[in-house]
């Protein structure tokens, strides 16, 4: 069957009943279009253990570009022992790959153009880059829809597991952010006490606890905790899932997978991070105290009311509303690193570390985006 003129070039790679890897090409491969990447291609053959590839192709118009695409997919092939079947390409593209195949390579000649081998391989990552940021938006558009019929109450979910997520990102979590937020308070307060002793102003060190963990550290802090904790666990059960086919046995029985596992899970982090910034934010406080009573000799009754006195309500909602998109952002990284988990046990692995180093990312980039947005509204 030959693909549509207007096809562009793609790539899927498949397992069948052998254990082998089977490579489907197909769509419209030229030079002014661009073709995809073998880095994928490379790791899904990994991530399969597969020992053997079946080359097979179903494509419109084609040129160096997909005779190109196959003697990188060979070499690396070679490199790994693994045995590769072209029985099934056109017979004009094997000849060409017999034809490039012919002519041995220099042996200095990869060492001169080393230069251009390196632009290649920055090109190619960073095109990898925008692919994958195509499947995030995807992943996001379907997310949204959702939640949209969760909100309505059309999504098909169980409530346990609703309640099973609340709990997990909730109440579980309470020891850990706990004693994360009392060291912070209690590491804000030694710092600032330090500092304020000089100028007889020991007094303000509770008003630098209050302001610093309501405005920044306590929603901060808690959604570094959860990116650790319920981002990765997040991405690796959606992946353990993903590898022992649960997720395709769902959408085989009409279940859809992102109102069943995606949506309970975004809801509940995002119900629980404001909870979670609001206990964070009097353990911080409270931590602060402890060196106000033991170091400065403040009664606990004057250190909290002057905390009260320095906390303003615009300033506690802004910590609340920072608490609520970095649940969005931990939840969405984890999802989406457990759904393009791979098929192997170490790709959980490495699916729960993209999850937490991609949450962290963005709750510190989100952070500097709410400072300047904050300064500009003055709160």
Not at 51 to 72: K, M, N, T, Y
Not at 131 to 160: N, T, Y
Request: some cysteine; proline content about 3%.
């Amino acid at each position: 069957m030959i693909a549509p003129a207007s096809s562009a070039p793609s790539v899927a790679v498949e397992r069948d009943n052998s254990g082998a890897a089977v490579v489907r090409i197909g769509g419209d491969w030229r030079l002014r279009h661009g073709m995809p990447a073998t880095a994928p291609v490379e790791r899904a053959i990994e991530a399969a253990g597969a020992r053997a590839i079946r080359l097979e192709a179903a494509v419109g118009r084609w040129d160096s570009s997909l005779v190109s695409f196959v003697l990188h997919l060979e070499e690396y092939c070679g490199a790994h022992q693994i045995a590769i079947e072209r029985g099934a390409l056109p017979d004009g593209l094997v000849r060409m790959i017999a034809l490039a195949q012919a002519v041995p390579e220099k042996r200095d000649a990869r060492a001169a153009d080393s230069r251009s081998a390196l632009l290649d391989r920055v090109g190619a990552a960073v095109l990898e880059k925008f692919a994958g940021f195509g499947d995030f938006m995807e992943f996001l558009g379907e997310a949204s829809i959702a939640l949209g019929r969760m909100c309505v109450g059309r999504a098909r979910f169980r409530r346990s597991d609703l309640l099973e997520a609340i709990q997990d990102c909730g109440a579980n979590a309470l020891g850990i952010v706990t004693l994360i937020s009392y060291l912070v308070g209690v590491i804000l307060a030694f710092m600032g006490a330090i500092q304020l002793q000089q100028f007889g102003a020991a007094i303000y060190v509770a008003d630098l606890v209050a302001i610093g963990m309501v405005r920044e550290m306590g929603a901060m802090m808690t959604g570094i905790i959860m990116s650790g904790r319920t981002g990765a666990a997040f991405a690796a059960r959606l992946g353990t899932m993903k590898v022992t086919q649960e997720i395709d046995a769902l959408a085989t029985m009409g279940i859809p997978p992102m109102e069943f596992l995606t949506a309970p899970r975004i809801v509940a982090l995002v119900l629980m991070m404001p909870l979670l910034c609001l206990y964070a934010d009097l353990v911080g406080i409270l931590g602060g105290a402890t060196v106000g009573f033991t170091m400065l000799n403040l009664s606990l009754n004057t250190y909290l009311r002057e905390s009260s006195a320095a906390i303003l309500t615009a300033t506690l909602i802004g910590g609340l509303v920072k608490s609520v998109v970095y649940g969005v952002l931990i939840a969405l990284a984890g999802c989406y690193e457990g759904f393009r988990c791979g098929n192997s046990s170490s790709a959980v692995g490495d699916a729960a570390t993209r999850a937490v180093v991609e949450s962290i990312v963005a709750i510190v980039v989100a952070c500097g985006v709410f400072a300047v947005l904050f300064h500009i509204l003055n709160i």
